[in-house]
């Protein structure tokens, strides 16, 4: 079908996707290209040795952590899954699996530009604060119940 | 590189441009590590181009059908509950990498709808239907149960403190 036969409708909403499309393609290539660089850089083994055995410095340590990782949250499942059997707190566990998929320090600057910096920063730092609470929380009522 | 060029080209192709350097940097540092990530990208790429294709599609279709009245309606200043329970249904059934919503988000958010529903869609896309079985697996049911309730919970929460936070701010 020719593109001058589609309605004015369908034609402004298929020439604003185009825009929208130029716009977004370099961002999310670069956030692509970023974080598969971010994947191979931190090896897989680090998390493991990052832990203390601390009530209260390993949420943090997870939700730092999580928040840097990238990639497939499965990842984030099986290491979790790797540091319970080691003796890690299921505490610093939850905040490292919560903060690997609601914080992206990565992927913040593409999150900056199409959603605005001030957005950016304001929803990681409340995501990042949140994971901690969740992580405790969780623990928490996971224990009692 | 001339630097009044780097101010005329807009700031999605000036961050693609800088990772690229980053690579050409790796290159010279650690000619292998480039070729694992390019072929990890390559990987990826393939993985999330039926994800890029929906979200064209689904935004074609809300710049056919949706205007900024039903947006503003549904999502908007006054969108109450509902926008919460809208944001957080389809932030839990959307599927893909985080990232690959922003450009549909942005379209949105040009056309009304607001910050703490944005908040919350991105919260929700966390639950990730599909690998639930994984995290029971790992973690048990109960563990699942319990944590999934807590960001549904929290995702309003984070939300609405966006949203003030950025009210404050103007």
Request: proline content about 3%; some cysteine.
């Amino acid at each position: 079908m020719s593109f001058s036969l589609l309605s004015p409708k369908t034609k402004e909403a298929t020439q604003k996707t185009w825009n929208a499309m130029k716009r977004s393609m370099p961002i999310l290539l670069g956030v692509l290209l970023l974080i598969t660089l971010i994947i191979e850089i931190i090896p897989k083994n680090i998390y493991g040795k990052v832990f203390t055995g601390h009530v209260l410095l390993d949420p943090l340590l997870g939700a730092i952590f999580g928040s840097i990782a990238a990639g497939n949250p499965l990842n984030s499942y099986v290491i979790g899954g790797e540091l319970i059997s080691q003796g890690v707190s299921l505490v610093a566990i939850t905040a490292f699996i919560l903060s690997w998929v609601t914080v992206g320090l990565v992927q913040l600057p593409a999150e900056s530009l199409m959603l605005g910096r001030k957005f950016a920063i304001s929803r990681n730092i409340f995501s990042f604060l949140s994971a901690i609470i969740i992580a405790i929380l969780t623990a928490y009522t996971f224990t009692i119940l | 590189m001339n630097i009044k060029f780097l101010s005329k080209i807009d700031g999605g192709l000036k961050f693609l441009v800088l990772v690229v350097l980053l690579y050409l940097g790796c290159a010279i540092l650690n000619f292998e590590l480039l070729v694992t990530a390019l072929n990890g990208f390559g990987k990826l790429l393939k993985e999330v181009i039926p994800v890029i294709l929906i979200v064209f599609i689904v935004m074609f279709l809300s710049n056919l059908l949706l205007d900024t009245e039903k947006i503003s309606k549904y999502l908007g200043q006054d969108s109450g509950v509902s926008g919460f329970l809208i944001s957080i249904i389809f932030g839990i059934l959307s599927a893909g990498p985080i990232y690959m919503w922003y450009p549909l988000l942005a379209d949105f958010k040009e056309k009304g709808m607001k910050n703490s529903l944005i908040a919350t869609f991105l919260y929700n896309r966390a639950i990730k239907l599909q690998l639930l079985p994984l995290m029971i697996y790992y973690f048990s049911l109960k563990f699942t149960i319990i944590l999934s309730l807590y960001m549904i919970i929290f995702s309003v929460i984070n939300g609405i403190l966006v949203g003030k936070s950025l009210t404050h701010k103007k």
